[in-house]
Structure formats: C-alpha cells, structure tokens
C-alpha cells in the first residue's frame, strides 16, 4: 500500500511538468484564425471511431512513433513514391491504416472549414486526435498544447534505433526515453497506452516458443497465460493475426494494464520489465492500486511527449496534404 503523502507527493510533481505550458506551444493557439478547430476534429474522430474500434490504438500508436522519431511533426504521415520514408521502415510498417485515415480526414474537414483552409498542421490533428481516441475509450481528456509545424523532411533512416523494441530492458527503455526527455515515471504511464493497444504473434514469438535451452516459455509469463498465447499464437500462426495487449478490458483505457503486469500478464518482455524490475515495480503497483493517479501521470506525460522536437519558423510547414509536402 502507498501513503497518501507519497501519492500527493506524486500528483503535485507531474501536475506541475502538466502545466508549465512549453515555450512554443499554446492551448488557444487557433483562437483568432480557426476557432473551431477541436470540435471539427473531435466529430471527424468520434465518426471514424463509431466505424471501428481499431481508430483508437491506431491513433495512438502513430502518435508515439511520429514524436519518437523526427519529433511531433507529422513526418511519418509523409508517403514515398519509391518507399523510402519514416512509414515504410520494417518498425513502422505495422502501423495501421486507421490511424492515418483518421488523420487526413480531420485534416479535410479542416480545410472545409471557412477561414481554416492552410491554418492548422497535421502534426497539430494528430495531437488533438489522440487526445481524442483515449477519451473516446473511456480515459482522461485533457488540454492539447498546440502550434507544431509539418516537418519537411521523412525518410527511413530516421526510424533507426528511435523506437522501443519488444523485447527491451529497462535499461534499454530508459535510455530511449531519456533521449527525447522524458523519465522513468513518464516511460511507466505511457506504456498504459498498451491498454488498448494490439500486437503481431511474431512480436512476442520467442516468449512463448522454445524461449531458451531450460523453458519453452518466459519464466516471468503467467502460465495460464502462455498457453493462452500459444493457443492464439501457433508456430505457424497467419501473419495477420493481432492479440490484444490487455486480455481483460481490451476497449477500455483504464489501468488493466497494470494489473495485468502484478499477475505475469504483459504480453511484450519490455511490459512485464516494468515489474520484474525492482526500480520501476513501486510506480506499476501505485497505478494498479490507483486509476486517478495513473492518469494524471499520464496526461502529463504525454503532454511533455507532445513538446518533442516541435518545428516552428522556418523548420517547418502547414501541409495542404498530410501525406505529401506542400
């Protein structure tokens, strides 16, 4: 159990990263030139979401791979004739289509908007759009920061050694995060974003089949939950087959994925790292035990994740297009 000394304690920290607003970003930041603007996004999202589910973790997902990357500037929208950008790297390629097309569309209904036409970034949308999706499916909302340029420039070298990668330490996790600023508290709020996300058998593979010379399985898997996964995930399991990372709520973002960690249940090695690991294991319980405060050191965390690598000035653009540049 926490004190409630140790929880105010926490909540007042990140409370205070969650409200230094950034130098270059802005809540109204469209107040003069397209008012209107988190409404139009919002109903171009709840309508893409009634559609399906998928809208959500997609979303989401392209998100973090965009800010991971080149920073929050859209870049990974950009599509290559000869598919040498950001999205056709083997790390992004998974990334699904609704995420995009949840994207251009909001950018449309921008554009349609009297006065709006060439003022808002798609970097910007898909900010306001993820913020959306996560209260869509039952977690926090929360006020964007906005004002992000369109990055010019997308390609997939770029991709290289930027993305966390399943089968991660936390040492190898930290070491990611703390190169686009963000802390081991942030990196623990925002892998809840698993929550509700999904997942290729072949990305967890090794866990569950011939895991090394003294088990076929991750010993730190639950075991009821493995052979779950074996079930769902044969060796010769179809490519296109997605597992959801929290097997209890799937659709909901709650704090599951927490709870699921405390019983062996994380899906990916670099998960379950965030119990295993005797460093991060307070904050997974305090989250487990706690929704609100999980969801505070959320917000703030992907607040702070929005401020990666913002482009303003010169270093940027609005696109007409999201997916080519202007």
Excluded: W
Excluded at 19 to 31: E, F, I, M, Q, V
Excluded at 47 to 61: I, N
Aim: glycine share 6%; charged share 20%; proline share 4%.
């Amino acid at each position: 159990m926490y004190s409630q000394g140790l929880f105010l304690h926490l909540i007042i920290l990140f409370l205070h990263i969650m409200t230094t607003t950034s130098a270059t970003l802005h809540h109204d930041y469209y107040r003069k030139t397209c008012p209107n603007v988190e409404s139009i996004v919002r109903s171009t999202v709840q309508e893409k979401f009634r559609q399906t589910f998928v809208t959500a973790p997609a979303t989401l997902r392209l998100f973090f791979h965009d800010c991971f990357v080149q920073g929050c500037d859209a870049s990974v929208m950009l599509a290559s004739p000869n598919n040498t950008a950001e999205k056709d790297h083997q790390d992004n390629i998974s990334l699904a289509g609704d995420g995009f097309d949840t994207v251009i569309k909001a950018k449309a209904a921008v554009e349609r908007e009297p006065g709006c036409k060439n003022q808002v970034s798609c970097a910007d949308i898909l900010a306001m759009a993820t913020r959306d999706v996560i209260a869509m499916t039952g977690g926090p909302s929360y006020a964007v920061e906005l004002g992000r340029l369109d990055g010019r420039i997308s390609n997939k070298a770029s991709v290289q050694h930027h993305l966390p990668h399943p089968e991660f330490s936390l040492n190898q996790l930290n070491a990611m995060f703390a190169s686009h600023g963000l802390t081991q508290i942030d990196l623990i709020a925002l892998s809840g974003a698993h929550t509700i996300g999904f997942s290729h058998c072949s990305k967890f593979s090794t866990r569950i089949h011939n895991f090394n010379s003294k088990s076929r399985t991750d010993p730190t898997l639950n075991p009821t939950y493995a052979r779950q996964l074996q079930d769902m995930c044969p060796i010769n399991v179809d490519p296109r087959i997605a597992i959801p990372m929290d097997p209890n709520t799937p659709q909901t973002f709650d704090n599951m994925y927490y709870k699921n960690l405390q019983k062996g249940r994380g899906l990916f090695t670099s998960d379950q790292s965030l119990f295993t690991d005797k460093r991060s294991r307070n904050f997974v319980n305090l989250f487990a035990s706690n929704k609100t405060a999980f969801e505070k050191v959320f917000v703030a965390a992907i607040t702070k994740l929005g401020r990666v690598g913002v482009k303003t000035g010169s270093q940027g653009e609005i696109r007409s297009d999201c997916t080519v540049l202007n």
